[in-house]
């Protein structure tokens, strides 16, 4: 039996967007036309593939198996692509690139540039997002580079050393521990922190820390970027653990201070994560040796 490939990438699309009318607005294509090619694909294979009793339809048993070599299919047909483009010496393709909210922020910008020079007929695409969604975009195949900050365990993905990063407490300016030269952890004690959401790496590295030093820190405020942390910092809303890079400019203009903590010292990896068992688009690979060559 072979199937119609393009029901099965309309098939794939409902899936990814989460409903008939986004497939159809990402395909350009009117949602009556949709419906109507999932269902000559339930036809063909015999075996109903999405669950539409709730308002949002969701792929049964079958569905999440098919959309997952759906998946691999589209990805090894735009590896072919790149890999051809590659011939032609990547004057025309495209690059989908997720990396964690501070690499995306602060890091990303400079290599996407430098990237740009190199190749400009090569179009960026860019997700900033926290860890655990990198990885999941990774895994499903809707990225080919994928940076992050925060720790990374997946049986399909290897973790890559990449660079490393500083993160620093900081305290909103005149701050009375920012006066100190070095700040015992035991006052830290009554502080407020303001955090990363759940899934960020900072949070995650930045909790592990501060455990580790035995400075139990209490969670006043939970927010979804960096910047926004800093604001909050400034606002007088509390203390918060950032990379040194994001601050730097804060910092520089006293709108920020740090607080040294005696005996601590904050370092993480930076990385990269590769999908086992597969190859890197040309794209990918001259991204990559960006990477390694600190440009």
């Given at each position: 039996?072979?199937?119609?490939?393009?029901?099965?990438?309309?098939?794939?699309?409902?899936?990814?967007?989460?409903?008939?009318?986004?497939?159809?607005?990402?395909?350009?294509?009117?949602?009556?036309?949709?419906?109507?090619?999932?269902?000559?694909?339930?036809?063909?294979?015999?075996?109903?593939?999405?669950?539409?009793?709730?308002?949002?339809?969701?792929?049964?048993?079958?569905?999440?198996?098919?959309?997952?070599?759906?998946?691999?299919?589209?990805?090894?047909?735009?590896?072919?692509?790149?890999?051809?483009?590659?011939?032609?010496?990547?004057a025309r393709g495209a690059l989908r690139i997720a990396a964690s909210t501070t690499v995306a922020t602060y890091l990303l910008p400079a290599l996407l540039a430098a990237f740009r020079r190199r190749h400009p007929g090569i179009s960026l695409f860019v997700a900033s997002t926290?860890?655990?969604?990198?990885?999941?975009?990774?895994?499903?195949?809707?990225?080919?580079?994928?940076?992050?900050?925060?720790?990374?365990?997946?049986?399909?993905?290897?973790?890559?050393?990449?660079?490393?990063?500083?993160?620093?407490?900081?305290?909103?300016?005149?701050?009375?521990?920012?006066?100190?030269?070095?700040?015992?952890?035991?006052?830290?004690?009554?502080?407020?922190?303001?955090?990363?959401?759940?899934?960020?790496?900072?949070?995650?590295?930045?909790?592990?820390?501060?455990?580790?030093?035995?400075?139990?820190?209490?969670?006043?405020?939970?927010?979804?970027?960096?910047?926004?942390?800093?604001?909050?910092?400034?606002?007088?809303?509390?203390?918060?653990?950032?990379?040194?890079?994001?601050?730097?400019?804060?910092?520089?203009?006293?709108?920020?201070?740090?607080?040294?903590?005696?005996?601590?010292?904050?370092?993480?990896?930076?990385?990269?994560?590769?999908?086992?068992?597969?190859?890197?688009?040309?794209?990918?690979?001259?991204?990559?040796?960006?990477?390694?060559?600190?440009?």
């Amino acid at each position: 039996m072979a199937l119609n490939l393009n029901a099965l990438r309309v098939f794939a699309a409902v899936v990814e967007r989460g409903g008939f009318s986004r497939a159809a607005e990402s395909l350009r294509v009117s949602q009556p036309a949709v419906s109507k090619a999932v269902r000559e694909l339930e036809r063909q294979v015999g075996v109903e593939l999405l669950d539409r009793r709730q308002r949002t339809p969701h792929p049964t048993e079958a569905g999440v198996l098919l959309a997952e070599r759906a998946r691999e299919l589209f990805a090894a047909e735009r590896a072919a692509e790149e890999e051809l483009r590659a011939v032609r010496g990547l004057a025309r393709g495209a690059l989908r690139i997720a990396a964690s909210t501070t690499v995306a922020t602060y890091l990303l910008p400079a290599l996407l540039a430098a990237f740009r020079r190199r190749h400009p007929g090569i179009s960026l695409f860019v997700a900033s997002t926290n860890t655990r969604r990198v990885a999941r975009l990774l895994v499903h195949r809707r990225v080919e580079v994928a940076l992050v900050e925060g720790p990374v365990s997946h049986p399909r993905i290897e973790v890559v050393p990449w660079r490393e990063d500083e993160l620093i407490i900081v305290a909103p300016a005149g701050h009375p521990l920012a006066r100190r030269r070095a700040v015992p952890a035991r006052l830290l004690a009554g502080e407020s922190f303001i955090v990363r959401e759940p899934g960020s790496g900072t949070r995650a590295v930045a909790h592990a820390a501060l455990r580790a030093a035995n400075i139990q820190a209490r969670t006043a405020l939970v927010l979804g970027s960096t910047e926004a942390i800093k604001q909050a910092v400034g606002a007088g809303l509390g203390l918060a653990v950032v990379s040194r890079d994001a601050c730097a400019d804060q910092l520089a203009s006293g709108k920020l201070a740090q607080v040294r903590v005696a005996n601590l010292v904050i370092r993480r990896p930076l990385t990269r994560l590769i999908l086992r068992g597969t190859k890197p688009t040309a794209a990918a690979a001259a991204f990559e040796s960006l990477l390694g060559s600190g440009s």
